[in-house]
């Protein structure tokens, strides 16, 4: 079983910049997994921030999270990260790490980011 785990949420001022960490608890990544970062707000969908393989480290973004949202890997580190920049209160999310692996998805139980005006 593979187990994502999500790390460094906390509560955060506006405008500011936060770092969130994605690993596989008892494991690693593989080249062919999909890493992909979500956001959920109580009462709303959960909404895809964006994407990153593995292995070649493509990324792609949803439009809207487009130029405050960076998503990369660390292949010594063996995490994927999440970086926001520019945080506002409408940030204020659970934020979850999903694993796709070949035709399988696993999700992590998030990470509170909270952002005060």
């Known amino acids: 079983q593979v187990q994502p785990a999500e790390s ?3 509560v955060v001022q506006a405008g500011d910049s936060l770092t969130l960490s994605c690993s596989v608890s008892g494991g690693t990544f593989v080249g062919d997994d999909m890493v992909a970062w979500y956001r959920q707000a109580p009462g709303k969908e959960r909404e895809v921030i964006g994407t990153i393989t593995w292995d070649a480290g ?4 949803a439009d809207s ?3 405050r949202f960076t998503i990369y ?3 010594h580190e063996n995490r994927a990260w999440l970086h926001m920049n520019g945080l506002k209160p409408e940030d204020t999310d659970i934020y979850s790490c999903k694993i796709q692996r ?3 998805v ?4 998030g990470t509170q ?3 005060s005006s």
């Open 8 to 10: 460094g949420g906390g």
């Open 106 to 109: 696993y999700w992590g139980q």
């Open 65 to 67: 999270m487009r130029g």
């Open 102 to 104: 070949g035709s399988v």
């Open 73 to 75: 890997r660390n292949y």
């Open 58 to 61: 493509s990324r792609h973004y």
């Open 113 to 115: 980011v909270t952002v």
